[in-house]
């Protein structure tokens, strides 16, 4: 069996490189670099980027430079897409990422996926210049007049947010109509006191969902009350939910016979403070959240609200747009037609005193 010369190797090792978008937000290196980085000589690293000059994968700049070659993409039908999100230990932010990996691998195009710490963090700028696409996830700390202009002239589409009032196309993960629904199921289950727990560092999109609850007391003409403890930025609000909902049992602060969570996590928080005092959840008292994550099905109880929509239709107008040499067209939010709520064990009809 023929052995397998280094510089070969080497070029299998920059064009996987350049195949998965690892120099969209990071300049190829030089010769010597790339010789450093696979441990062979100069001359082996000069030979693979020879090879890969001549097969059209790169191209050499004026300067001297390293780039890839501009008709690489077209050739293997790619467009890369980035998708920025929140340097976050979170079960949610990792459905998400797989559901936009599955959408764009159905559409032959390529993910890359990149974490950023703060908005001031430069890896923004550099993916939203480079990437033939990105979504990103917002942080819950508000975005400047600096970061979002580069974004404004990018192909950028927030995903999870609303900035489509900042000229940003946008999808709104749950629309108004239905975080109503969530509300609604409590009130079908002859509840007149529902509360709203919140641990989420706060953001529009947290205070969007406060508002809704606010505005559904208001019309229903039933009685609600906030408990607000946000945790910081990047924070679980699992043990905030947990910490806040022990003191107001303990304490008989709330007269509520159902609770609504903003987030998921929060919902655990308050789930289990109740079981540890002995308090029924979905029987003595109904705890739900506005949107829930995978593990809501199998826990005991299971936890009502809404579950992921199907993104299909929404991401592939984004898809298309990154693909086109064109401004975006039509209505700048996006968001999926039909809700998906799960009415788990969480929630019960309102407990008749004996």
Sequence with gaps: MAQVRKYTQVMSVIERRVREGDYLLHDIPGERRIAEETGVSYMTARRAVIELLDKKVLIRRNNGSLDIHPGYNKRNMQTKVVLLYPAYASPYLVLLRQLVSAALEKRGLTLRPVQFVHWDDPI????????????????????????????????????????????????????????????????????TR????????????????????????EARDIQGRLWDYPAPSYADPTPYAHEMMCRLIDQKRTAATAFVCTTFPAALGAVRSHWERGIRVGADVSVCAINIEPPARYYCPSISGLDMPDLSGVLTKCFRWFGQDKPWRGNALLEPAQPVFFAGESTGPLAVPA
């Design 124 to 191: 923004i700028v550099d993916a939203v210049s480079n990437a033939g696409g990105v979504l990103i996830i917002p942080s819950a700390d508000s975005i400047s007049a600096r970061i979002l202009e580069p974004i404004r002239q990018s192909k950028v589409v927030a995903l999870d947010a609303d900035f489509s009032g900042d000229g940003v196309p946008s999808i709104r993960l749950f629309p108004d109509r239905h975080v109503r629904m969530v509300f609604d199921h409590l009130a079908e289950l002859g509840h």
């Design 194 to 217: 529902v509360d709203c727990i919140n641990t989420q560092c706060r953001n529009p999109e947290i205070d969007r969902r406060i508002d809704l609850w606010h505005e559904w007391l």
